[in-house]
């Protein structure tokens, strides 16, 4: 299957989505494959076997959120002038989110821009952080503060590297595509809350959903200036999560999972969901093993937190916000009152 993306706003920027087993590739050009250790051990191999050019280098980082800092970038940036790459060389980034984040951004500020394509090799980042553009670091004061919008030339999407995914790596991925289905198509939810994600097929076409909506949103707003912030539903709560808890307790789906039911119980407190519905998306969620509850201990913190957020401007913090199921809404200007009792309702001993 081949998604386009093709974005309106932007002059010559079209590539494709690939959802098959991963092709031959062939570049005339000095290529370097950014990877970690874990993704190396399993998969490298199979990826060189598919790779031909010019002069080719791996380069690897360490694994893990942690490590995803400016520190790191220079990392790759160094190993990038001691292959001596010019501007029609390339990159590939060959791993999860973190690895696709921080690939894209070597790769736009790299002699100010040179070429990458992404081979996604998690669930969570075939079907949202590979897709779109989005690059970027974490710093002490929040998550990809620092980063681009930057397109890769080419995504590439093999499920049979999720066949080495561990349980909770696959988990996370499914929270980014429950988190489509509950912005976007209702209809899509009712599937995912009947789907056997063992059952290949059934996940094959989860992804290719999930994906599809992901371009659709991308190719109308590639700068989040409108319906793509819609995307960050239950990431405005997450953010928060991680940065409490330095990037070490949660993967950043399962931080999104509980950002999720964050999100919806503010949304009840307004009127804009039921309680059955919040309680149909938490329900979907634990049976994924996903987690859905976390101990705030101390609202005032947390809600201060939100003000870094990307989303937030002229200190109006925006939420993103579900309308039920299959809607959703760009809420800013909440009492503050109103965000503190909610956040008060996910204290310690609750």
Same mark, same amino acid.
């Given at each position: 299957m081949?998604?386009?993306?093709?974005?309106?706003?932007?002059?010559?920027?079209?590539?494709?989505?690939?959802? %098959? %087993?991963?092709p031959?590739?062939?570049?005339?050009?000095?290529?370097?494959?950014?990877?970690?250790?874990?993704?190396? *051990?399993?998969?490298?191999?199979?990826l060189?076997?598919?790779?031909?050019?010019?002069?080719l280098?791996?380069?690897?980082?360490?694994?893990?959120?942690?490590?995803?800092?400016?520190?790191?970038?220079?990392?790759?940036?160094?190993?990038?002038?001691?292959?001596?790459l010019?501007?029609?060389?390339?990159?590939i980034?060959?791993?999860? *989110?973190?690895?696709?984040?921080?690939?894209?951004?070597?790769?736009s500020?790299?002699?100010?821009?040179?070429?990458?394509?992404?081979?996604?090799?998690?669930?969570?980042?075939?079907?949202?952080?590979?897709?779109?553009?989005?690059?970027?670091?974490n710093?002490?004061? *929040?998550?990809n503060?620092?980063?681009?919008?930057?397109?890769?030339?080419a995504?590439?999407?093999?499920?049979?590297?999720?066949?080495?995914?561990?349980a909770?790596?696959?988990?996370?991925?499914?929270?980014e595509?429950?988190k489509?289905?509950?912005?976007?198509?209702?209809?899509?939810?009712?599937?995912?809350?009947?789907?056997?994600?063992?059952d290949?097929?059934?996940?094959?076409?989860a992804i290719?959903?999930?994906?599809?909506?992901?371009a659709?949103?991308v190719n109308?707003d590639?700068?989040?200036? *409108?319906?793509r912030?819609v995307?960050?539903?239950?990431?405005?709560?997450?953010?928060?999560?991680?940065n409490?808890?330095?990037?070490?307790?949660?993967?950043?789906?399962?931080?999104?999972?509980v950002?999720?039911?964050?999100?919806?119980?503010?949304?009840?407190?307004?009127?804009?969901?039921?309680?059955?519905?919040?309680?149909?998306?938490?329900?979907l969620?634990?049976?994924?093993?996903?987690?859905?509850s976390?101990?705030?201990? %101390?609202v005032?913190d947390?809600?201060?937190?939100f003000?870094?957020?990307?989303?937030?401007a002229?200190g109006?913090?925006?939420?993103?916000?579900?309308?039920g199921?299959?809607?959703?809404?760009?809420?800013?200007?909440?009492?503050?009152?109103?965000v503190?009792?909610?956040?008060?309702?996910?204290?310690?001993n609750?």
């Open positions: 081949i998604i386009p993306i093709e974005l309106v706003q932007a002059q010559n920027i079209k590539y494709d989505i690939v959802i %098959d %087993d991963l031959q590739l062939t570049f005339d050009t000095k290529v370097v494959i950014v990877t970690n250790p874990t993704v190396a *051990g399993y998969h490298l191999d199979m060189l076997d598919r790779i031909s050019a010019r002069e280098h791996v380069v690897r980082i360490p694994d893990g959120e942690e490590y995803k800092n400016l520190e790191t970038i220079e990392k790759i940036l160094n190993a990038l002038f001691e292959h001596k010019d501007r029609k060389s390339l990159l980034a060959f791993g999860g *989110g973190v690895i696709g984040d921080m690939t894209g951004f070597a790769a500020i790299y002699q100010r821009g040179i070429d990458f394509i992404q081979v996604p090799t998690t669930l969570l980042s075939q079907v949202d952080a590979s897709v779109g553009g989005k690059t970027g670091v710093n002490k004061y *929040g998550k503060l620092i980063g681009t919008f930057y397109q890769p030339r995504v590439y999407i093999d499920p049979k590297f999720l066949k080495t995914l561990p909770r790596e696959f988990a996370a991925g499914i929270a595509i429950i489509m289905a509950v912005m976007f198509d209702k209809d899509f939810f009712d599937f995912l809350e009947e789907a056997d994600f063992s290949e097929s059934m996940l094959k076409e290719a959903k999930s994906v599809t909506l992901k659709w949103v109308q590639e700068k989040e200036a *409108g319906i912030a995307l960050n539903y239950g990431h405005t709560f997450a953010h928060v999560i991680e409490e808890t330095n990037y070490t307790a949660y993967l950043h789906g399962e931080a999104v999972a950002g999720m039911v964050m999100a919806n119980e503010l949304a009840v407190e307004l009127g804009m969901m039921t309680q059955a519905e919040a309680e149909r998306i938490k329900s969620l634990k049976k994924v093993s996903l987690p859905i976390y101990s705030i201990e %101390d005032n947390f809600y201060e937190h003000l870094l957020d990307k989303k937030s002229k109006s913090i925006k939420f993103i916000l579900p309308k199921l299959g809607g959703f809404e760009i809420v800013s200007g909440i009492d503050e009152a109103i503190k009792k909610v956040l008060g309702s996910f204290g310690e609750k």
